[in-house]
């Protein structure tokens, strides 16, 4: 299987992804885009380093990359037209940091089974129902291998640091014999990953839109708010 190069909007979520996880932290990366398709703030998941930049948290389980990103936002504001591209499908801490940073809509590239079930939350109404992030993901199509690429790079993680959880002759075990990690950036990791790329759609219908005219997000222009 041969992919292209990390189209735009992914980019920079899976360059700081690629950054945690060489940095020793779950490799996730977030970016949150304004309505003209502008970063506004961007962060990593930093929960195995000492030190992050001012405002941001590390050294700590809440240190996620969503987390981390919306922290930069100022308080008492709203923020419509707004999008948080994450690599990996947020937990419920950071869903809720969506709903307090009142940003209305998040796009993720991969799912994650252990969260599977955190889009029914709304349905609890009131205020959560209300401010709760529209969520878009897993990503599928022409950009499955995105989201294959959110899941293998945390399975490279627990190969790395949970190795009793992952079993020989796994993806994650042929790219780290491969040298994935002396790739220099996610683009050539992504590059290097290609071959292992190739699989089923990924699961966790629910969590994907289900508006007939909706249209899987390649960029923060490709639908409206």
């Known amino acids: 299987m041969t992919v292209g190069p990390l ?10 992804a690629w950054e945690a996880l060489r940095a020793g932290s779950r490799p996730v990366g977030a970016v949150l885009y304004g309505p003209e398709g502008n970063v506004v ?17 590390a050294g ?12 930069q ?10 999008r948080l591209y994450t690599t990996v499908e947020p937990c419920l801490l950071c869903s809720s940091a969506l709903m307090h940073a009142h940003v209305p809509h998040v796009v993720f590239a991969a ?8 889009e029914r ?26 989201a294959r690429f959110g899941g293998l790079l945390m399975e490279v993680w627990e190969a790395l640091h949970q190795p009793e959880r992952v079993p020989p002759h796994t993806p994650a075990r042929r790219l780290l014999d491969a040298g994935l990690l ?8 992504y590059a290097l990953a290609a071959p292992e790329l190739a699989g089923p759609e990924p699961t966790h219908p629910e969590s994907v839109r289900t508006d007939p005219t909706h249209r899987q997000s390649a960029g923060p222009e490709s639908a409206a708010p």
């Open 7 to 16: 189209p735009a909007p992914w980019h920079l979520p899976f360059e700081l």
């Open 41 to 57: 703030a961007s962060g990593r998941n930093r929960s195995r380093e000492p030190d992050a930049p001012p405002g941001q948290l």
């Open 60 to 71: 700590t389980d809440l240190a996620h990359a969503e987390v981390n990103a919306l922290a």
């Open 73 to 82: 936002l100022p308080a008492g504001r709203h923020h419509p037209g707004h």
């Open 111 to 118: 799912p994650d089974e252990r969260w599977r079930g955190v």
């Open 121 to 146: 939350v709304p349905e609890v109404g009131g205020a959560i129902g209300a401010r709760w992030a529209q969520r878009e993901g897993p990503l599928t199509g022409p950009l499955r291998p995105l």
């Open 182 to 189: 002396d790739a220099p950036t996610a683009e050539a990791a």
